[in-house]
């Protein structure tokens, strides 16, 4: 028996359920394929594609460990598969997790069988399988990103994909970077280093879930309490969530239409300081931690008035880590087009929390560095603006009260007022005109 093994987000040989299952059943083919419809969508990306190029090279070379030829073509997906299956004479096709049902249903009306298998998430890692490969098949090179129309993405501190990169990352987070796990989520300049930066990894599966869980359980053994506990036990939760979210395929996308406003927010051009550091560190890297993905967001579409599916799409293209999965649902509710009231964040008050000492806006706007630090944030404030603003650093788009007020009453309308109450009243309190207070009771948005 011939069997199709199609890797999708699954790019490795270790702990693979699938490409286990399809070695026990006969000649495997290998396949990946890189799909133009997909690489057409304006939320993909050069930098997404040079990862997974850099993974699918890795997983080649895997395979040749193991004597086996890993096909790589560029087309149609339904094309593809059909020209390979009728070429190889196959007669199943191994995906792990689910496949479209056009290409499921195409294979039951062909007569070739589809087994979709589940990756364990309990027991232990299974070993590379032995693989006896179809005769005759020539690994092919890795496209180009010209052929699939990717226009220049220049990221200068873009992760690198492949395996290798990924156990790095897993050693030296867990001997060394996740001591200060929760400390560093917060802020800017630490979190890079205190964070797993696993999640490109995670997104194209270049390591199972249960590898990292057994990685951590070990860890765990070494250091059963303090700070590393609870980071470890702060870590396996993101995991945990991660292994039972639901599939989520991304919506159907206007092309990407360049408004001046978009485009300054992309660049970080828009005259709010920490907002377009925080955009010009995205651009150069190519991954934020997660309560900054949903600030920039929250603040394009909120405060600046951008198209949430543009503003969007423009923050999945700059994810190096892009997993529809994870980035929908949190987008959709960010840019309040759920059944769930956004949150609201006020600019300049996140910008002094997060980076209080100006030392994160400074590096990313060097243009401001005469800008004494009373002023970082709101440069227009400054005795000197006029010799700035408009010149080597951007006027504000917005009146920041105007746009924080307008954007509160618009939410308000749409889902009513919040209310929460908080033990203590702090200066930064919004009070609902409309609900009177009782006690202790504050209204806080
Ligand atoms: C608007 C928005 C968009 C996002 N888009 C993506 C995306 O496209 N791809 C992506 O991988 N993550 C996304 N996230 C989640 C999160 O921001 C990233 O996973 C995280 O910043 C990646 O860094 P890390 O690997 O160092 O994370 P760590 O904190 O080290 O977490 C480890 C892993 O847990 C998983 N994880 C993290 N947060 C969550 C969560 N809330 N739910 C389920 N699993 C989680 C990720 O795979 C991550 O790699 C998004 C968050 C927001 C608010």
Known sequence: MNVLMWFRQDLRIHDHAALTLAAGL??????????PEQWARSDTSARQFQFIAESVEDLRADLASLGAALLIRTGPVAQVLARLCARHAITTIVTQGSAPRALTDWAAASGIAWLETEQPLQGEPLPPPALRCVADLISTPLPVPQLLRLGPDACAHRQRGGRGQALDLLNTFLTTRGESYHRAQAQPHSAERASSRLSPHLAQGTVSLRELDQAITARLAERPSGRWASALGGFGRKLAARAVLPPCPAPDLAAIAATSALNAWLLGQTGLPFLDALMRYLAATGWLNEPLRALVLSLGVHHLGLDPMQASAGLARRLTDYDPALFWPQALRIAGLTAEAPRLFHPIKQALDLDPDGQFTRH????????????????WKWAGAARLLGRRYPEPMIDIATAHRAAQEAIW???????RVVAQPSPTLIENPAQPLRGQLRLEF
């Not at 006969?26 to 799909?35: E, H, R, S, T």
């Open 26 to 35: 006969g000649a495997v083919v290998p396949v990946y394929i890189f799909d």
């Open 364 to 379: 990313w706007l060097p243009e401001l560095a005469a800008v004494p630090d009373s002023c970082l944030q709101s440069p």
């Open 413 to 419: 309308a749409r889902f009513g007022r919040p209310l």
